[in-house]
């Protein structure tokens, strides 16, 4: 039976981030010149390097692509996962660890490596040999405690598929009869 999962999409790259929103600005301030100008000349220019931007770009997009990742994460057996929380008990005296109920180091990479069983490129080919300490410092705090709440609930939270929902509608109907 397939187990639930979610997908997570993120890159190798973590600077090509930061080239895209460079290259939108220099987009959109090259936009106000060719739409608002006056002069033909100055738009004629503007135009010609929007045609160089939009290339850059396109050639930016492919890159992106091929950086991404877009990792499949399943939930694991209960036993797999209470062993996995087992060997990775939380530390005397660290308040994160207590409070979670394992160790925080350790714990998050063996978590990803256990409930990792896909991932693909941004043009769906697979990515063989991936590893989740590949892309762990790589990607940001929001992003990782995003992945990792997804890979916690899926094995922590109660089934979201509403079981006593016949049991609810029987009751409805035998109490209107």
């Known amino acids: 039976m397939p187990q639930p999962k979610h997908e997570f ?4 790259d973590g600077s090509l981030e930061v080239e895209w929103q460079q290259l939108e600005q220099k987009i959109a301030g ?3 010149i060719f739409n608002r100008s ?5 738009a004629e220019e503007a135009g010609a390097m929007l045609d160089e931007l939009r ?11 091929t950086a991404a990742r877009v990792i499949t ?10 062993r996995l929380m087992a060997a990775h008990p939380p ?14 180091d350790t714990f998050d990479r063996a978590l990803m490596d256990a409930a990792i069983t ?7 080919n697979p990515v063989e040999g991936f590893q989740w300490a590949d892309v762990v410092d790589e990607i940001s705090f929001g992003q990782f405690q995003t992945i990792i709440k997804l890979a916690l609930s899926l094995n922590t ?3 979201a598929v509403p079981f006593s929902l016949a049991e609810s509608e029987n009751r409805q109907t035998s109490e209107t009869n």
């Open 157 to 159: 939270s109660q089934t």
């Open 73 to 82: 994460v399943e939930r694991l057996a209960p036993k797999k996962f209470a």
């Open 91 to 104: 530390r005397e005296g660290d308040p994160f660890d207590k409070e979670t109920g394992f160790n925080t």
């Open 55 to 65: 290339e850059q770009q396109t050639a930016l997009k492919d890159k992106i692509k």
């Open 118 to 124: 896909k991932v693909v490129d941004g043009y769906g």
């Open 38 to 42: 006056d002069d033909e000349d100055l």
């Open 30 to 32: 090259y936009s106000l």
């Open 9 to 12: 999409t993120t890159t190798i």
